[in-house]
């Protein structure tokens, strides 16, 4: 089952219960698919609410906005919490006063707008272990999924375990062993697009940078690089950085989303709106002050114009 806070998530966390070339600020991905005809959409990317480095009151500012806006779903890029980097530092107590807020404000989000989650470092530590991640998994769900939605395909990973996979190299093997074999899968269907959902950019100006705080070590990012094209994946949505920033490779886009709690750049506060049309995808990321009132989806075959902020 994908990783969707729900009613009975919150329920365990509280314990009442059981148990994804640089280029400019904005640019929209644009790619032709093997399929036409469908309903667009739209959805929101929301990264790093990181709590309570990030103050809870954006969290809440963020759900407000999502059941105005009323997307057919939102995804959180990681960093859900501010937990300790280190496993060392982990304060349980602190921890779970953190989940239960985080899923207290997420259980206010309407209940016909489903909300995927994704593990940052913050929220299994930088170094993960079979501990973390077991600790994630018990209160917001999966550490990998997929879901498909009108006709487009969706994959959520834990970067973590890309980045530093030492401490938990059994997990970190079958997740990508899942990979391969899910994005296999998904190339013998027809599907409108494929997108991925990470906590960590793969990279931030050129897919050869080097390796920083921020992006994923070379090897894994050229192997997961490789994949990506291989099988058709248009886009992928990251945080982490707590800046925007974009790069196109081939027809792979590659975007970066600044922090909805606590942006280390010049970006404001704010989201990505994600607008899915039958033969492309756009995207804009707004400040909390400059959201639409309505998200409008242009009719077939026309861009919906206008730029992004950076």
């Given amino acids: 089952m994908p990783s969707r806070t729900n009613r009975r998530a919150f329920l365990r966390a509280v314990g009442v219960g059981a148990a994804a070339v640089a280029m400019p600020a904005g640019t ?6 093997r399929r036409a005809g469908g309903e667009p959409f739209f959805f929101l990317q929301i990264a790093d609410p990181q709590l ?39 304060d349980a107590a602190e921890d779970e006063k953190r989940a239960r807020a985080y899923l207290d404000v997420a259980k206010t989000l309407d209940k016909g707008i489903p909300l ?3 593990a940052g470092n913050h929220d299994v530590c930088n170094e993960p272990t079979p501990e973390t991640l077991r600790w994630y998994e018990k209160r917001f769900g999966k550490l990998w999924y997929r879901f498909t939605h009108k006709g487009s395909f969706f994959v959520a990973l834990e970067s973590d375990l890309f980045k530093h996979p ?14 391969e074999k899910t ?7 027809a599907y409108r697009h494929k997108v991925v959902f990470l906590h960590h950019p793969l990279c ?43 790069v196109r490779d081939g027809k792979l886009e590659l975007v970066t989303t600044s922090s909805s709690g606590k942006p280390l750049g010049k970006n404001p506060v704010g989201f990505r709106i994600v607008k899915v049309y039958p033969d492309r995808i756009e995207h804009k990321y707004y400040g909390y002050d400059d959201l639409p009132d309505k998200v409008v989806l242009a009719p077939a075959g026309r861009s919906a114009g206008g730029k992004g902020r950076e």
């Fill in 204 to 246: 931030l100006k050129t897919v050869d940078e080097k390796e920083s705080y921020s992006t994923l070590p070379i090897p894994i990012r050229r192997r997961l690089l490789k994949l990506f094209h291989a099988h058709g994946v248009e886009a992928t949505f990251s945080g982490h950085h707590h800046k925007n920033a974009y």
């Fill in 166 to 179: 030492a401490g938990a190299r059994e997990a970190a093997a079958r997740q990508l062993k899942w990979l």
């Fill in 28 to 33: 929209r991905a644009r790619a032709t698919t």
């Fill in 52 to 90: 309570f480095w990030g103050p809870l009151e954006l969290w809440k500012t963020a759900i407000r906005h999502a059941n105005r806006l009323k997307p057919d779903f939102v995804v959180v890029c990681g960093d859900l919490l501010h937990r300790a980097a280190d496993v060392a530092k982990l």
């Fill in 116 to 118: 995927y989650n994704l």
């Fill in 183 to 189: 994005l296999g899968e998904a190339s013998k269907r």
